[in-house]
């Protein structure tokens, strides 16, 4: 966004471009609805539903823009979708713009917060930080901590679920992977130290290191330790104990809702 809160035109142009190429890819697939799914940085901008009305026109299907609760919902109906369990959940999302946590058990949600805080909000409050030492990181966490200090520990609640683009290239970068396997990251199982771990190998990186190293999306680079940071300092105050990476998300949760109707 630019300064006066309005989405700047060149990233409206940008992402039109894109959501074309991947309209274009679908095709072959022969698909019943195409369905556009607009999240925080569409409800803080000011002009967010004329962004997404211009969207739905160019493209030539529905583009909706999401309310937190909404966001939330499907969240934690695509990334527990599957999982053989009843325990208590937290499911946890660190997104560009917002970061979502919701309890649950089962599949009913019992709370849900939207944190206004995520990788790239985070990158942008340090603006010129590509590489990190450590005085660099501890103003990171300290920012991090910061955001989502209105967090609050639930009893019970000592296992989560990590889906998102942070969570996934941290876990696809932990096997090594050269191309992204989604069948090899969904599923995978760690704990808090195992994720710190594997960020602090990336922090000690050049941001063109970062790249080479996340070849299956180099895009990521520059965020990556901002939306870890995020993802730890969350696990932390919320004191959980083991994790699971899921590849499903918003868009398997909108599959779902969609699917059930």
């Given at each position: 966004?630019?300064?006066?809160?309005?989405?700047?035109?060149?990233?409206?142009?940008?992402?039109?471009?894109?959501?074309?190429?991947l309209k274009d890819r679908a095709v072959c697939f022969k698909p019943g609805l195409f369905l556009g799914l607009g999240t925080n940085i569409f409800r803080r901008a000011r002009d967010g539903r004329a962004a997404a009305r211009r969207l739905e026109k160019e493209l030539g299907f529905p583009f909706l823009v999401l309310s937190a609760s909404e966001e939330a919902r499907l969240e934690f109906m695509g990334a527990t979708f599957g999982l053989k369990t009843n325990s208590k959940i937290t499911v946890i999302d660190v997104g560009g713009g917002s970061s979502e946590v919701i309890w649950g058990k089962g599949r009913k949600i019992e709370k849900k917060i939207s944190l206004e805080t995520g990788s790239v909000r985070l990158k942008e409050k340090f603006v010129g930080m590509k590489n990190y030492d450590?005085?660099?990181?501890?103003?990171?966490?300290?920012?991090?901590?910061?955001?989502?200090?209105?967090?609050?520990?639930?009893?019970?609640?000592?296992?989560?679920v990590l889906t998102g683009g942070t969570a996934t290239t941290l876990a696809a970068f932990s096997?090594?992977?050269?191309?992204?396997?989604?069948?090899?990251?969904?599923?995978?199982?760690?704990?808090?130290?195992?994720?710190?771990?594997?960020?602090?190998?990336?922090?000690?990186?050049?941001?063109?290191?970062?790249?080479?190293?996340?070849?299956?999306?180099?895009?990521?680079?520059?965020?990556?330790?901002?939306?870890?940071?995020?993802?730890?300092?969350?696990?932390?105050?919320?004191?959980?104990?083991?994790?699971?990476?899921?590849?499903?998300?918003?868009?398997?949760g909108a599959a779902y809702f969609l699917l059930n109707r």
């Open positions: 966004m630019t300064g006066s809160g309005k989405l700047k035109p060149k990233a409206i142009v940008r992402t039109l471009r894109e959501l074309k190429k450590e005085t660099g990181l501890q103003k990171l966490h300290v920012e991090a901590s910061r955001k989502i200090s209105k967090l609050k520990y639930k009893n019970g609640y000592r296992m989560a096997l090594g992977q050269k191309k992204y396997k989604q069948e090899s990251v969904h599923g995978l199982k760690a704990t808090p130290e195992k994720l710190k771990n594997w960020l602090e190998k990336l922090s000690c990186l050049s941001l063109r290191d970062r790249k080479r190293t996340l070849s299956f999306d180099a895009t990521r680079a520059d965020i990556i330790v901002p939306g870890g940071i995020i993802l730890l300092e969350i696990l932390k105050r919320l004191d959980v104990k083991k994790v699971i990476i899921s590849d499903h998300g918003l868009r398997w």
